[in-house]
């Protein structure tokens, strides 16, 4: 059976891939690795406005909402800031079900199998798994950081990465998101608290080395205690692909670095992608069109063009903050705390979320 389109992947950009291409009438097969969707879950789960915009989700996906974030320099100087717009604690774990059945109910069809490699047959690709070969005429890596689909098309991925360990914690938590910054804390990135509610809370680091340290650290600083084992582990590359696309190859979500540098969220990110993908390949198909140049116009620089500036924004951003000796950042945040809060409560937690 030759179908349109195989994605790799049943996470979030993958699954909201699939059933827009199932929408547009497009025989698609999703291949996940894992049985259980969602598990091992990969991210905090919070989020900005954009999100419920983008996606109808069930009212029993968002766990909290929050207007606020305390920020915490490394001499524990901290100040708080207040969105204009609200942000969401979800479900992470449930979100990655809920788009992976929408994608089922929507005629996409699913295995559990392991992508191995592909490739070309004549105007086709041959999709390899740990249990059988799959033709299709267009192979669609949501198969996130670590991408296969982009070793095998031969595309280069940024060398930037971040390895983030969290666990979910109880104790006495307010309603704000809470970020950590300092060399001691988390290098080059940071460590945050997220309130699912007044007594559990998501917490967790990020770093460029072994996060492992600086996790039990984090937990003794602001629990008191450090024996929590992560339940969310997972690695955030960061950067901008020069090519997301081969001939007859789309990449999307964390497979295509699209992620915010700031944060390292993705869901925002992603959904967005998914829309231009699953556009880019309907039109593929109408003009009989699976080439590299195609692809490149029509899909890579799309998204580019939508989701860049912000990638950029973001960049600087981190490169302003992170490689600023702590002392800066020490002074840094005694002047906002003293001049610019009010500058600063126009943040958008889009920058700071998923």
């Not at 689909?149 to 307010?174: R, Y």
């Not at 490149?296 to 000796?325: A, Q």
Request: some cysteine; aromatic content about 10%.
């Amino acid at each position: 059976m030759l179908y349109d389109a195989i994605i790799v992947g049943g996470a979030l950009s993958g699954s909201r891939t699939g059933e827009l291409l199932a929408r547009k009438g497009k025989n698609v097969l999703l291949i996940e690795e894992h049985s259980n969707i969602g598990i091992p879950c990969k991210c905090t789960g919070l989020v900005s406005w954009r999100t419920p915009e983008m996606v109808d989700l069930p009212k029993e996906l968002i766990v909290n909402k929050l207007d606020k974030g305390k920020f915490y320099s490394p001499d524990g100087t901290s100040f708080e800031l207040k969105s204009k717009k609200t942000a969401y604690v979800l479900d992470r774990t449930g979100l990655d079900r809920f788009l992976f059945n929408e994608a089922v109910k929507s005629g996409v069809d699913t295995i559990t199998e392991r992508f191995e490699s592909f490739k070309r047959n004549n105007d086709h690709l041959e999709v390899k798994t740990n249990k059988e070969i799959y033709q299709t005429k267009v192979l669609i890596g949501a198969d996130g950081a670590n991408s296969l689909v982009a070793q095998n098309a031969g595309l280069e991925m940024p060398k930037d990465i971040f390895v983030g360990l969290q666990t979910t914690a109880s104790g006495n938590f307010e309603q704000f998101a809470e970020l950590w910054f300092g060399k001691n804390t988390a290098p080059n990135f940071f460590a945050w608290v997220v309130p699912e509610n007044e007594e559990l809370a998501r917490i967790g680091i990020a770093t460029p080395t072994s996060p492992k340290p600086y996790y039990e650290r984090f937990l003794e600083t602001r629990l008191q205690h450090n024996g929590l084992k992560p339940d969310v582990a997972g690695i955030i590359r960061s950067g901008i692909m020069k090519d997301t696309v081969a001939d007859n190859v789309l990449l999307v979500g964390d497979a295509a670095c699209q992620v915010k540098p700031f944060s390292g969220g993705g869901i925002t990110y992603g959904l967005v992608a998914a829309q231009v993908c699953a556009d880019a390949v309907g039109q593929a198909f109408e003009e009989n069109r699976f080439d590299y140049q195609f692809f490149k116009r029509n899909y890579d620089l799309e998204w580019k063009k939508i989701l860049v500036p912000g990638i950029k924004k973001g960049m600087m951003m981190r490169k302003m903050l992170y490689l600023f000796p702590d002392p800066q950042i020490n002074l840094m945040f005694k002047m906002v705390k003293l001049f610019g809060r009010k500058a600063l409560n126009s943040l958008d937690f889009d920058l700071l979320s998923g």
